[in-house]
């Protein structure tokens, strides 16, 4: 099952685990033993899906809720395009949908915009829309706030380790 756990330091792994990154705008599909990592979401959040069955997952880090032209440069820009296309995706790997967990984190207020136009929330309330629809339960989140987030996620034990600068930190304990 997945489970956030929140700190200032990753704990040391064994070496032989390899690390993929996901960079803004991609996601990447994997299996066990793996770390899926991806840094400072703000208004971005990351999607995890995981089958806790098959030791596979996958983390998008999508930039906006949805595109405002029927043309798309990217769909995995948009929360909305890519988890569908994460779950074709999930399924060619074998996965049973009707199994998957996910997480949502990030989707701060960052960006000096009225409270009116916050990017992050629309983007987690997105995210929640598209799982739903799917039938896709999410079993852990951690989303606003006005800091960044850094995420690795292991795929063998579903477990995310999420990262907030040193000085968010101490406000929230």
Known sequence: MLKILKGSKYPSVN???NYLTVGIAEYKVSRNPRILVTYALGSCIAVILHDPYRKIGAMVHA?????????????????STSIPIILRELKRYGCNLKVLESAIIGGAHILKLPKSINIGSKNVE??????????????????????????FYELATGKIYVYIPKTKLSLLS
Do not use: C, F, Q, W
């Not at 997105?126 to 987030?149: H, P, Q, T, W």
């Open 63 to 79: 930039m906006l809720p949805e595109p405002k032209t029927p043309r798309i440069d990217n769909p995995i820009k948009y929360v």
């Open 126 to 151: 997105i995210a929640r829309k598209i799982l739903k629809e799917y039938n896709i339960r999410i079993v852990e989140e951690d989303v606003g706030g006005n800091y960044s987030r850094t995420v």
């Open 15 to 17: 070496s032989h685990i």
